[in-house]
């Protein structure tokens, strides 16, 4: 992957809006052993975050701190609407049931964050390797109020990459 090239920098003309994504799943394993693609714009999602890790080391008296190791999170959060015959919950609810039962290479797959300009074209796509619904919360139910359904699921992956 090639570096981010300092003109690249300066010349940020349209910023990137919150709202220009799409969340895309080229499988989703289900009990029957088929597949389905999915691609949905949820609520919210996140692109996966580095953090590295650093070791201090004493030099001719001065304090220096060397990057060890690089980490993922290896967990994603994504929130979102359920419809009236919850098709959410019940996709993402069968897909992680499936997960105790076999092989990873049976429950785990990928998925792609894409980042849309202004006429929905992809202009960047992450991916995420090794991806599978980690939670899958209760839906709660309540006389109370009418509000919105949304689920916060959380996905468990192993790696993720830049595609373009």
């Known amino acids: ?49 580095v953090t590295v890790d650093k070791t ?27 419809g009236y015959n919850i098709p959410i919950w019940r996709t993402f609810y069968t897909w992680a049931s499936i997960g105790g039962l076999g092989a990873p290479a049976v429950y785990k797959n990928v998925a792609v964050v894409s980042l849309l300009d202004e006429n929905q074209s992809p202009v960047y796509k992450f991916l995420i390797g090794g991806i599978f619904p980690q939670d899958v919360p209760e839906i709660p139910l309540d006389y109370s109020s009418a509000d919105i359904v949304r689920l916060d699921i959380t996905f468990s992956y192993d790696w993720f990459e830049i595609l373009s």
Not at 56 to 69: D, I, L, P, S
Request: glycine residues 8%; hydrophobic residues 35%.
């Open 56 to 82: 201090e080391v004493w030099f001719k008296g001065e304090r220096v701190y060397y990057a060890t190791r690089v980490n993922n999170e290896g967990s994603m959060r994504v929130t979102f609407e359920e």
């Open 1 to 49: 992957m090639a570096g981010v090239q300092p003109e690249e920098i300066r010349a940020i003309g349209q910023p990137l809006l919150t709202d220009r994504w799409e969340l895309s799943f080229p499988a989703i394993p289900n009990s029957s052993g088929d597949t389905s693609p999915l691609s949905v714009r949820a609520r919210t999602c996140a692109i996966p975050g």
